[in-house]
């Protein structure tokens, strides 16, 4: 099968970063099915694996986003068969979906929504798989009721525009994102944000011009390390921070006086760990897709860059690491 992979750690400036191999066809084996590639999304983590994890001259393969149509199923599978179409973010610890044929337990598996196109689709899995578990899982906020102040830092990202949607469509709380140019803050009202503030200015001093009092809930999803004493200033006492970037330091001194909770979120440790829970990622993936078919939510899908090949992938990490895009980069077809 054809597939793009990445030999050796390299910046994006070297020519051939990543590149076209070709590679046997894999076969499923318990609950794995064997997915036809039709569409990639790009994501941080890509570049970061990328960056992080040298392999030693052995072509590993890339990409956590995919839709596309089951192949075949091992033994043990039974929510889907072959001729479904899916869509996922797979495993960290297992070969990415930037080749035509891919395994992926179904248990972390969602049925595709039926009125998107695979490129669409394939925006849409390891962000609000991210956002729903951050918002739901990690952070508890409860629905309707919930009439909180939450503050989204970097809302026109991948995961800001899943968490903003999310949030609208399902909970009642305030929803404050950031951006720091016309057209990602335009973005984020356009998702639902009620208000949107600049994370390149003063961010305590624009929270507090909008009379909501202390951030009961904060989503800080990049540039942790940058914002940590201004978070620190706006979180509510008794709040919650949900983290996901990967900050140099975290002075968590800085929250104690406001006694407030620090959570984590990887939407890879439920397959990672093999969790009892990993088929919450397949019912949430479930119900995003109806949601998605019901016009409540829409794909966070922002440009589609062509083919799945190293050419394009290559386009794709550059503009990744430039740290401006908006919403998700798509690649469809080989």
């Known amino acids: ?142 629905g309707r009721d919930d009439k909180r102040a939450i503050l989204v830092v970097g809302g026109a990202g991948g995961v800001g525009s899943a968490a903003i949607q999310l949030a609208r469509a399902l909970t009642g709380v305030t929803v404050v994102a950031t951006a720091s140019r016309p057209e990602s803050a335009q973005w984020c009202r356009d998702l ?46 008794q709040g919650k921070l949900g983290l996901i970037d990967d900050p140099k330091g975290f002075d968590i001194a800085l929250f104690k006086r406001k006694a407030v909770s620090i959570h984590w979120e990887f939407m890879f440790t439920r397959p990672l760990f093999q969790t009892p829970d990993m088929d919450e990622q397949h019912k949430l993936l479930k119900k995003v897709a109806e949601l998605v078919d019901q016009g409540v939510l829409k794909s966070t899908q922002s440009q589609s860059l062509g083919k799945i090949d190293a050419a394009t992938l290559r386009r794709a990490h550059t503009a990744i690491e430039s740290g401006r895009t908006i919403g998700k980069l798509v690649l469809a077809g080989f």
């Open 1 to 142: 099968m054809r597939a793009v992979a990445y030999r050796h750690s390299l910046p994006v400036e070297a020519p051939d970063f990543l590149e076209d191999v070709i590679l046997d066809d894999p076969a499923p084996k318990g609950r794995d099915l064997l997915v036809r590639i039709e569409a990639v999304a790009v994501n941080p983590v890509d570049t970061k694996v990328r960056k992080n994890v040298d392999p030693a001259g052995q072509p590993k393969v890339l990409g956590y986003d995919a839709a596309g149509v089951v192949v075949a199923t091992g033994p043990d599978a039974t929510l889907f068969k072959a001729g479904d179409r899916v869509f996922y973010a797979g495993a960290i610890d297992r070969p990415g979906t930037n080749s035509e044929l891919h395994l992926v337990d179904e248990r972390i598996v969602g049925p595709m929504p039926a009125s998107l196109d695979f490129a669409a689709a394939a925006a849409m899995p390891l962000t609000f798989i991210t956002a729903w578990e951050l918002l739901f899982d990690r952070l508890g906020v409860k």
């Open 192 to 237: 639902g944000a009620h208000h949107v503030i600049d994370h390149s200015q003063d961010l305590a001093a624009q929270w507090k011009a909008l009379g909501l009092g202390g951030a009961d809930l904060i989503l800080a999803l990049t540039q942790t390390d940058q914002h940590m004493a201004a978070l620190a200033d706006i979180v509510a006492p």
